[in-house]
T-cell receptor, first 114, second 111 residues
Framework: DARVTQTPRHKVTEMGQEVTMRCQPILGHNTVFWYRQTMMQGLELLAYFRNRAPLDDSGMPKDRFSAEMPDATLATLKIQPSEPRDSAVYFC????????????FGPGTRLTVL | GEDVEQSLFLSVREGDSSVINCTYTDSSSTYLYWYKQEPGAGLQLLTYIFSNMDMKQDQRLTVLLNKKDKHLSLRIADTQTGDSAIYFCAETAGGGNKLTFGTGTQLKVEL
């Protein structure tokens, strides 16, 4: 049963620290998405990759956030420096890049910045 | 712009039917989806409908699409406590599998 995995599942850190979240997409999926979910803003798309190339990161605060795919089995989302307003659940999703197909979500990383 | 709107909350009694509504703006959407998010978990695909269909039934789930009004609904028959979750509708946006998600509807099932 193929699944998207995310690590860590929970992260508590202090303001100003660097945070790195990792995602392993489902083998064979060539699109990867990063989302942020908060009570106030709902589900926001942060970044979108196809074949490891970033296609859309317009939803991501560029000054502190960065998203990369070092290889096809790993996607990372970094926040440096972190701020309390970054506290949220961050989801990674992957999928085959076809309209008929959809996205498969990981369990999320719950980030708390004190 | 692309906005997908849903009502925030719905409360039903166990055994009743639930109807969750969604309005979308992108008339070129090819597929429309319903996702379910249980507490502490990621979103899970429930069902989808192709834009040239009016209705799709899948066990207890019925999806209705009114393309003229850009209105999508999800009916859950015989709602159970395990159906308590947040339900998101989503539409394809810009080709491929990039999606625009709605605001989510929290369904609470009471005994």
């Amino acid at each position: 049963d193929a699944r998207v995995t995310q690590t860590p599942r929970h992260k508590v850190t202090e303001m100003g620290q660097e945070v790195t979240m990792r995602c392993q997409p489902i083998l064979g999926h060539n699109t990867v998405f990063w989302y942020r979910q908060t009570m106030m803003q709902g589900l926001e798309l942060l970044a979108y990759f196809r074949n490891r190339a970033p296609l859309d990161d317009s939803g991501m605060p560029k000054d502190r956030f960065s998203a990369e795919m070092p290889d096809a089995t790993l996607a990372t989302l970094k926040i440096q420096p972190s701020e309390p307003r970054d506290s949220a659940v961050y989801f990674c999703a992957s999928g085959p890049d076809r309209v008929i197909d959809t996205q498969y979500f990981g369990p999320g990383t719950r980030l708390t910045v004190l | 712009g692309e906005d997908v709107e849903q009502s925030l909350f719905l409360s039903v009694r166990e055994g009743d039917s639930s109807v969750i509504n969604c309005t979308y703006t992108d008339s070129s959407s090819t597929y429309l989806y319903w996702y379910k998010q249980e507490p502490g978990a990621g979103l899970q695909l429930l069902t989808y409908i192709f834009s040239n269909m009016d209705m799709k039934q899948d066990q207890r789930l019925t999806v209705l699409l009114n393309k003229k009004d850009k209105h999508l609904s999800l009916r859950i028959a015989d709602t159970q406590t395990g159906d308590s979750a947040i339900y998101f509708c989503a539409e394809t946006a810009g080709g491929g599998n990039k999606l625009t998600f709605g605001t989510g509807t929290q369904l609470k099932v009471e005994l």
